[in-house]
């Protein structure tokens, strides 16, 4: 992003090269809308496997996140409220009546 301008313009980004270079108005200037977008591999730590994830969710502020079974935590990452995280499984409906109670009260 750091090489990215405004055209002269101010209407779209080019590169710095094609900014430098368009100094002159009779220059072309390179339209970035025809570039074709590559698609990027993803790599680094998000390639891990979902299966190894537990979903979870914040019964305080009802944010969901997934992590792994074994890591530890004590308060929820959006809201901070301690004792508020539940796993999130598919509830029957006995079950959703109980969470729902313990939310209103």
């Known amino acids: 992003m750091r090489e990215l301008r405004y055209d002269r ?3 779209d980004l080019i590169c710095k090269e ?3 270079s368009a100094r002159n108005p009779s220059d072309k ?3 970035m809308k025809r570039i074709p977008i590559e698609k990027l ?4 730590p998000r390639m ?6 537990v979903k979870y969710y914040c019964a305080a502020c009802r944010f969901k996140f ?3 079974e074994d890591f530890k935590f004590e308060t929820c990452p959006s809201c901070g409220k301690a004792g508020s995280i539940r796993r999130d ?3 029957s409906t006995s079950r959703l009546l109980e ?3 313990d939310f209103f009260s």
């Open 48 to 53: 891990r496997d979902m299966s190894d994830l």
């Open 9 to 11: 313009k101010g209407e």
């Open 29 to 31: 200037v390179i339209d």
């Open 41 to 44: 591999e993803p790599t680094g």
């Open 89 to 91: 499984v598919p509830l």
């Open 66 to 68: 997934s992590r792994k």
């Open 18 to 20: 094609c900014f430098s």
């Open 99 to 101: 969470e729902s109670d």
